[in-house]
């Protein structure tokens, strides 16, 4: 079972964390199941850029990014060519190490 490693994040995950994930999941919905509280302003529709997610390690076993997905992250804070919205990317088979970015392009947090 592949590993999502998120790096420390000062308000998300002070500590970092490692955790197992079942293929076919997206790094959203593994994050909030272990009390990573990703925010997802749109309920992970890729309607916004909140969840949006630097992929440190492990970049190329994800799936490729679509048209809708990369129209949004061209309007993401700290956009880099690792980056994609956490509720579009699928976990393969490979660990991954995502960094959470300090800032979202979100005026005000909805407390999910």
Not at 23 to 44: Q, S
Not at 50 to 56: D, F, M
Not at 71 to 83: I, V
Request: net charge negative.
């Amino acid at each position: 079972m592949p590993q999502v490693i998120f790096l420390p994040h000062a308000e998300h995950c002070p500590e970092g964390a490692v955790i197992e994930v079942e293929a076919g999941e997206t790094v959203l919905n593994a994050a909030l199941a272990h009390g990573i509280d990703i925010e997802h302003a749109c309920e992970k529709s890729c309607a916004c850029t909140t969840c949006h997610v630097v992929i440190r390690e492990g970049f190329g076993s994800l799936e490729p990014s679509d048209e809708l997905e990369d129209d949004m992250l061209d309007k993401a804070w700290g956009l880099e060519p690792n980056s994609r919205l956490s509720c579009q990317a699928v976990v393969a088979d490979q660990d991954l190490v995502v960094e959470i970015p300090k800032y979202t392009i979100n005026q005000v947090s909805e407390g999910h």
